[in-house]
């Protein structure tokens, strides 16, 4: 090592270093070399006392070792390799000292660069690169990047929830393999298929025709020969047969999904997807972000079209966080650009746990009822109205009060599933935390499917025709009273409508595993209100039928549809007026007889003695 040092701080353009022999040096800084994922390395241009420019670059040992002179790079080499394999992340830096011309074309080339309105990233590039050569390599650093905290649990949770983990690292392979064992992704039993530029090198045989016998045999291995799974079981859930863990390298990635020959680079995706599919974790390591995107869009095209999940904390992971179905950014030292672009944010990796296998295993369930329980309450609301108009005569008179029909979602059934859909716990949250396969029973959107579905379909149809067919078999004989006092269609409309709602109700309480005092007190609270109002209500208009003015309104075309379609189909030129009460459009003809007693009123030809003779409440059923 030619230079030893310590660096103490950056003011106005001047760095100051603590060098071995504890001396403190001024440079001035003339210029930085912004770090970039793609580059992976990063320089300064600074001016010593004596007046000498140099050139100080550290970087990746991949992206160092090409620019240095080839002397020293094989003792670095050994070194960086140890340390990696250790797990440390290794940091190669090297200098090179700019005479007073290379300066003086650097500098412009950067000035005009960064000038530049159009491609400037691209010209940039290019400076940098012509910059960034024939350097002296000093040495190489290793620093410990430990893992976080409970990363190793947090990565056995995911697996055992059936949850498949692909780690994309812009880090060196070495150091991503030891992170993956560390982490528990890869264990002591898993057979590692390597696929990456070292084992794509063979003296003899091209790099095309390797990956092309690699791809075979890891595929062969992994898929062909391996013991059928269970239908419907992933085979990473599966505990049969040996685990396999794959890992490849941005430049071989490359080679796989951008072919030459447009038929390979198909096949070779799809191998390789296969592949990966039946490992247990895949490792892609010296990823470029953009690589990261390209793989989370392949997994997300596959076959079955998984939900993917992108969990990272810098600027690199941006774009695989915004690819990625659901994207997690954690609140790291390298800034806040996947926070930011994320859908949600968590402090630690180890929250990812209780977010997925907790909340996420939760809030599925508590969405899939509330979705399906608005379908069957719905149903079960609006079936016995549309049955009430076979049996009127197709007047389109409501069942209904107008103020139930305006009430049941929003004041009598809204607040008991509000209050389910944010508090339930049908399992609690220790026990998901302890026991990751649950999470499998949700998978594969398991709560919405056809089955379900159909279930509450069916009940909410056949809770609607009890309603209905229920209160019209207590209504075969209208007079319910002793003194003979008969009830119509409002007291017929209101029962049907309080079964419903008591009904509803008692079906959300008996599906409710997780009981606090905010379901009883909506629950209980809604069915109690139901009952205040309807006494509120029925004292003014509702109940009890001599208080309502009931409207009766059948129109000159309307005893069916259907010839009220065609009628107005004969005379498309004609200008129509519509009816007052119900809004079907008429011909200009006067009405020919119009009859008002108080509660009834008709127009057109004489209708039906069912709705003509009787009082409005007692012409049902007849
Ligand atoms: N600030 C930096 N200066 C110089 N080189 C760096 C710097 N940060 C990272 N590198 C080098 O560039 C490589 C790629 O960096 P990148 O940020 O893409 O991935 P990573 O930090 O290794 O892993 P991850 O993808 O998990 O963030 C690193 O492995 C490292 O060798
Ligand atoms: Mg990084």
């Known amino acids: 090592m030619r230079y030893g040092f310590t660096f ?119 400076v940098y690169n012509q910059v960034e050569t024939g350097m002296s390599l000093i040495g190489a650093t290793a620093v410990e990047d430990r893992l976080q905290e409970e990363a190793a649990e947090t990565m056995e949770a995911l697996q055992g929830a059936g949850i498949k983990v692909w780690v994309l690292t812009g880090d060196k392979m070495e150091t991503a393999k030891s992170t993956c064992y560390a982490c528990r992704l890869f264990q002591r039993s898993t057979e590692l298929l390597e696929l990456t530029v070292r084992t794509l090198e063979d003296g003899e045989r091209s790099r095309e025709v390797r990956l092309h016998e690699l791809l075979l045999e890891y595929h062969k291995k992994a898929v062909q020969d391996a013991p059928p799974v269970k239908a419907g079981v992933n085979r990473s859930w599966s505990s049969a047969g040996q685990d396999y863990g794959f890992i490849i390298d941005g430049a071989t990635l490359s080679m796989v999904l951008n072919n030459s020959a447009e038929s390979n680079s198909s096949r070779y995706k799809n191998l390789f997807l296969q592949i990966c599919q039946n490992c247990t974790s895949v490792l892609c390591c010296r990823m470029a972000p953009l690589q990261k995107a390209q793989i989370v869009k392949m997994v997300k095209n596959s076959k079955g079209s998984p939900i993917t999940l992108s969990i990272g904390d810098g600027a690199n992971d941006v774009s695989m966080i915004l690819e990625a179905h659901v994207g997690i950014g954690i609140k790291g030292k390298e800034g806040r650009q996947a926070v930011r672009n994320s859908d949600y944010a968590v402090p630690k990796l180890k929250h990812l746990k209780k977010l997925l296998l907790a909340h996420g295993h939760l809030y599925y369930v508590r969405i899939a009822h509330l979705v399906q329980y608005f379908f069957y309450k719905n149903l079960c609301f609006i079936l016995p109205q549309f049955l009430y108009q076979f049996f009127c005569g197709y007047s389109q008179q409501p069942l209904y009060d107008a103020a139930y029909l305006t009430m049941y979602n929003i004041c009598f059934t809204s607040m008991p599933i509000l209050a389910y859909s944010l508090l339930e716990q049908h399992i609690c949250i220790e026990v998901l935390l302890d026991n990751a396969p649950l ?50 269609n409002w007291s017929y409309g209101t029962i049907v409508f309080t079964v419903l709602v008591f009904t509803v109700t008692l079906k959300l309480a ?55 379609a065609g009628h107005h189909l004969a005379h498309p030129a004609q200008p129509t007026a519509r009816d007052p009460a119900c809004g079907v459009p008429q011909t200009p003809r006067a009405p020919r007889s119009t009859e008002e007693d108080g509660s009834v009123e008709r127009w057109g030809p004489p209708v039906s003695p069912v709705f003509s003779q009787a009082p409005a409440h007692e012409n049902l059923f007849r």
């Open 8 to 126: 103490l701080g950056l003011e106005s353009k001047t760095m100051k270093i603590l060098n071995r022999n504890n001396d403190v040096e001024m440079y001035e800084l003339l210029h930085v070399l912004n770090f970039d994922p793609v580059r992976r390395r990063m320089s300064v241009i600074v001016r010593s006392k004596s007046g000498d420019t140099l050139l100080f670059c550290k970087g990746a040992d991949s992206s160092i070792f090409p620019r240095v002179r080839q002397e020293e790079v094989e003792r670095i080499r050994m070194h960086v390799e140890r340390n990696a394999t250790e797990g440390y992340r290794t940091l190669c830096v090297a200098y090179k000292i700019l005479s007073a011309e290379e300066y003086a074309q650097a500098d412009a080339g950067l000035r005009d660069a960064r000038l530049a309105l159009q491609d400037r990233e691209e010209k940039l590039m290019t």
């Open 510 to 564: 008996l599906d409710t595993r997780h009981w606090t005092w905010i379901n009883h007190f909506v629950i209980w609270g809604s069915l109690a209100f139901y009952c205040v109002f309807q006494l509120l209500l029925g004292r003014n208009n509702m109940a009890f039928p001599e208080a309502t003015t009931f409207v009766l309104c059948v129109c000159q075309h309307a005893e069916l549809g259907v010839s009220l």
């Open 439 to 488: 999470y499998r029973e949700i998978a594969k959107n398991a709560v919405l499917r056809w089955g379900t579905f159909l279930y509450w379909t069916v009940l909410g149809v056949f809770h609607g025709l009890l309603f209905f067919f229920g209160v019209r078999f207590l209504f075969s004989n209208p007079a319910l009273q002793d003194n003979g006092q008969v009830f119509g």
